[in-house]
């Protein structure tokens, strides 16, 4: 009889353990476009946020959220992923295939994406609408991705569901568009929105009417947005999931505006994160409901964690980890941010980003803080920097911005210096931090085998005569990678002069734009090899790249012309790229070439070439024509 019993309370506990056992969680991502924390929520009085605010005080607020990359497509190519653009060779702005790109965005057909594996875990994944994952994705990861794609869409209301809707009414072009501001805002009523006058100007930006009427229209923007969330979140409740899903809210990048959006700065990297997760998953708080989380994220860390709470297991590529749910790893000390290719400019920084302190190193410090690029420079704000630039009203903030050089490396410490002025890199106070967080930076570097040392055209040749990505292609063969990152370091003219004879060309190509880097007169047996690489080298990025050395230190000859002609006329389009844009930066050269500049405005497919030869001729010839 007790031995009875005891099998009678034994199936009665296993049956109550099931009946209380949690379905897995429906997972809503909410993410908008080009808003750093401009809500309510994290201390911003001017926005008008009480959807997201409300969500935020009964969920979790990250307060150090970071995208890895500045500029959309490498930032949500890295959230895709769950790994850095930098080490799959999609950090460069616009490195997916277009008809005008025939050398890009290739990725291992073993790297799996977030949604492939929620969906082989049983789970139902949306997309609406946007995808722009910087690179050629040849096979179908969602079980819908459309502007239909929804949650509701799914087989059954017992199939859990992962449901991304994707918000574009905060992006930049709504700020400078005024027509696609109007219809993104047009429901919007009149006492919600900004007043420009009540606007608080930043330092960096010239405090005029123009700029005070581009910022309310973000603003305005914002509280749109604010009540498209609105309508998402009232979606799950009328439905009866509000208990049954997980919801987060982030942006994909910093303000859609200059030294936001394209730059390293917090502004242009820190985004708000608030995540909401119902009683019925409380086991999984990091904290009480309605608090601040201080903890670093990542965005290689998104898809990991919405794994982790799926009780999916991560795939090896992933190089994220998770912050929500069971059995978690010990907090970031660094997350990492990187730059590349801003559509048509080359300008490589990487970061390094602790709760207080920020390291950044500027790989090609000889470039202007703000390189001349044709998207951004048709903006509002742009034109108006400039015109308070000629005029010489700008503050001593704005003035970086227009600045024709920049640091090799900066440290900023942001629990004093949010805004990121006071750079403390020669600072012997902070000489330790320095070399710890370069030392970190380094490290990191190697560790994923950062491929954004690899000039883009000798990048894309590789990959075509190797037929595999660079990702693969560097975990076969990274012997040179150490030798190209001491060379791109570098400022000693003996060093960079033994780099020039590397058996490895991207290691040569560093060397040359050491070269170029250098403020000293050169010696003569740099100057000498510098000539043979022009003539000889066999791979013609090193010869242009040596030709930009040239240039800079005044050697003009027929052969430097000789050689950019060459590159414009490559097969490569990123080759006639490099070539294109020492052209733009030399008045010699464009005055030999600008018969051949012009012809390839008129015929070449790839716009970025076009944009670059436009600028050259314009400024050449004091004209103000323009290109797509």
Known sequence: MTRILGYLIFLFALYSCQKVAKKPPNILWITVEDISPDLGCYGDQKAHTPVLDKLAARGFKYNNAIANAPVCAPARNSIITGMYPSSLGTLDMRSSSKPWMKRAGWIADDVLMYPEVLRAAGYYCTNNVKEDYNFDLKRAIWDESSKDAHWKNRPSEDTPFFAIFNLTMTHE??????????????????????????????????????????LARHYDNIAAMDRVVGKLLQELETAGQSENTIVFFYSDHGTGLPRHKRWLFDTGVKVPLIVFIPNAYKDLYPAPPGNEIDQLVSFVDLGPTAIKLASASLPHTMQGQAFLGKDLKPEREHVFVARGRMDERYDMQRGV???????????????????????????????????EEKAGNLSIQAQQLVATEKPNESLFDLSQDPLEFNDLAKNPDYKEKLDELRKVHDQWMQEILDVGLIPEPILRDWEISE???????????????????????????????????????????????????????????????????????????????????????????????????????????????????????????????????????????????????????NVLNGTENKVR
């Not at 501001?181 to 009149?190: A, G, Q, R, V, Y």
């Not at 302190?357 to 410090?365: A, I, Q």
């Not at 693969?472 to 990678?481: P, T």
């Not at 080759?575 to 008129?602: C, G, H, M, P």
Request: glycine share 2%; charged share 30%.
């Open 173 to 214: 072009s709504c700020i400078n568009d005024k027509q696609k501001h109007h219809k993104n805002t047009e429901e919007l009523p009149d006492h919600l929105r900004m007043n420009p006058q009540n606007v608080e100007v930043p330092p960096y930006y010239p405090d005029t009417p123009v700029v005070r009427e581009l």
């Open 467 to 617: 037929n595999k990505p660079i990702y693969e292609i560097l975990r076969e063969n990274s012997d040179f990678y150490n030798d190209m990152l001491a060379i791109s370091s570098t400022d000693e003219e003996t060093m960079l002069y033994d780099g020039l004879n590397h058996r490895n060309e991207a290691v040569r190509y560093w060397a040359a734009l050491g070269i170029y880097n250098l403020d000293q007169e050169l010696q003569s047996n740099t100057v000498t090899l510098l000539k043979d690489k022009l003539k000889n080298d066999e791979v013609i990025n090193v010869s242009i790249s040596a030709a930009r050395a040239l240039l800079k230190h005044g050697f003009l000859s027929e052969n430097v012309i000789n050689k950019l002609y060459e590159g414009l006329s490559a097969e490569n389009e990123w080759t006639r790229l490099q070539s294109a844009l020492v052209i733009d930066d030399f008045d010699y050269a464009v005055q030999k070439l600008e018969k051949e500049s012009k012809n390839l405005i008129k015929t070449d497919p790839n716009k970025y070439v076009v944009r670059v030869l436009n600028h050259a001729v």
């Open 353 to 387: 980003r602790t709760k207080q302190y920020k390291y950044l190193r500027y790989y090609e410090p000889k470039k202007a803080f703000i390189q001349y690029m044709n998207t951004p420079e048709g903006g509002p704000l742009m034109t108006e920097l400039r015109r």
